[in-house]
Structures are given as structure tokens and as C-alpha cells.
């Protein structure tokens, strides 16, 4: 687990020097996240209590309408052995002014948790109904379990002041044969508020919920902290 993460943190810094040679011919934006959360819920699982998490990722917009993404990320439990590494990669084409498609691959590799190791596999298409205003679907095939996770939800973006903004998120998902659950998973939704300090550096206090539709381990309710870096 060890060699994963030093591994993953050293491919995603080596995407800096890449800015260099790029930055005159393509956009290219570097974004460090840290932070802390009161629980960790991923897909209607509670996989850990109090974690801290970092994620680096990078995003290239190859022309007016091609994008790829890439990023790896680490989160540990405070309080207990729990850990979860990983990295992803998307391709985003803009299909239209209002509408945007694309599909990605992610790794992830577990500590002491139920979940597996292995990769995940998926498709989006976000609808921007205005500015501030998206809804999205998303499907998933989870190779390390050989299951499928929807996703069906919308979000908004809602400017306070020059520098603050305020982002509500939620969404209703299913699941097929997915750590032996099938059917209707949970309704979630998060609401964070962000203030950029400067062009560089933001902070995010945010709260959010997972209401299970199928009574397993219970419903969660939680919060936390991000610190963001951009370059």
C-alpha cells in the first residue's frame, strides 16, 4: 500500500515540470486539496469515522471542446487503520454549448476495509441548464466486485460576493450487484461555502448526507474542511 501511494503522489508532481513545456500552447491547471471530514460515506457505504485526505490533479483542455483530467488522491482514518489510495483518469468532450459527455477509469487500493481492490469504469453526461445550474447522470462498473453503481443528480453554484460562493449538490443513486446490494442505494446531497483567499488559495467548510433507501448500516450525516491549492 505503502509503494502505491509514494508512487501515485510521484506521478501526479511529475505533471508540474509538464506545465512548462505546455503552458504556451495548451491551459494547464494543477489543483492541491487537503482536508478533513467527521465521516468518510462513498456510494452509500460508511467506510470510516474521522479521515483526513489529500488529492493533486491536473486537468488539459486539448481544444475548445476535448478535455482529459487525471489526479491520485490518499485519505486515512484518524482513529483507526483505514486507508484508501488511488488515482483516476476522465476524457470530457462537449458535445454541445449545454451539453457535456464523457467517461473515466479509476484505481483504488483499501486498508482494512471491505472493499476491494481493483478498477472502476464510467460514463457521465452533464446537462449545464444555465450557468450555475447542472444536472447529471452517471453509471459505473465496479470490476474489483463485478457490480453497477447510477447515479442520477444536479448542483448548484450560488455566488455570495466576489470571492465566496456557496454550492448545493444531491442526488439519488442505485445499485446492481454491488457488494451484494441491488435496487435503490441512498439520496445524497452536500452543501459547501468557499472563499478564496486569493487567486491561489481557497477554503471550503462542508456538510452532507446519505439517506439510505434500503435499511443496512444506517444513514449519515457529516462534516468537514478542505484547504485548496491552485497553480
Request: proline share 2%; aromatic share 12%.
Amino acid at each position: 500500500m505503502k509503494h502505491l501511494v509514494i508512487a501515485l503522489l510521484a506521478a501526479s508532481f511529475a505533471a508540474s515540470p509538464l506545465s512548462a513545456d505546455l503552458e504556451d500552447d495548451i491551459p494547464l491547471g494543477i489543483e492541491a486539496v487537503t482536508g478533513i471530514r467527521s465521516d468518510y460515506v462513498y456510494r452509500g457505504f460508511n467506510l470510516a469515522d474521522v479521515v483526513m485526505d489529500f488529492q493533486l490533479e491536473t486537468e488539459v483542455v486539448l481544444d475548445d471542446t476535448l478535455a482529459l483530467g487525471a489526479g491520485a488522491w490518499f485519505a486515512t482514518e484518524v482513529s483507526d487503520n483505514f486507508t484508501e489510495g488511488g488515482a483516476f483518469l476522465d476524457l470530457s468532450y462537449s458535445l454541445h454549448k449545454d451539453i457535456t459527455v464523457g467517461g473515466s477509469a479509476s484505481y483504488h487500493a483499501y486498508g482494512h476495509s471491505f472493499l476491494e481492490d481493483g478498477f472502476d469504469l464510467g460514463l457521465f453526461l452533464t446537462w449545464h441548464a444555465d450557468r450555475n445550474w447542472n444536472m447529471e447522470a452517471k453509471v459505473h462498473r465496479d470490476l474489483a466486485t463485478n457490480g453497477w453503481y447510477a447515479h442520477l443528480g444536479s448542483n448548484w453554484s450560488i455566488p455570495l460576493s466576489d470571492k465566496t460562493y456557496l454550492r448545493i449538490s444531491a442526488g439519488i443513486s442505485a445499485v446492481e450487484d454491488y457488494y451484494e446490494r441491488s435496487g435503490l442505494n441512498d439520496f445524497h446531497g452536500q452543501a459547501s461555502l468557499t472563499h478564496n483567499i486569493n487567486t491561489m488559495l481557497s477554503i471550503t467548510p462542508f456538510a452532507g448526507w446519505s439517506c439510505e433507501l434500503d435499511s443496512r448500516d444506517g444513514s449519515e450525516i457529516y462534516g468537514g474542511l478542505w484547504f485548496e491549492v491552485s497553480f
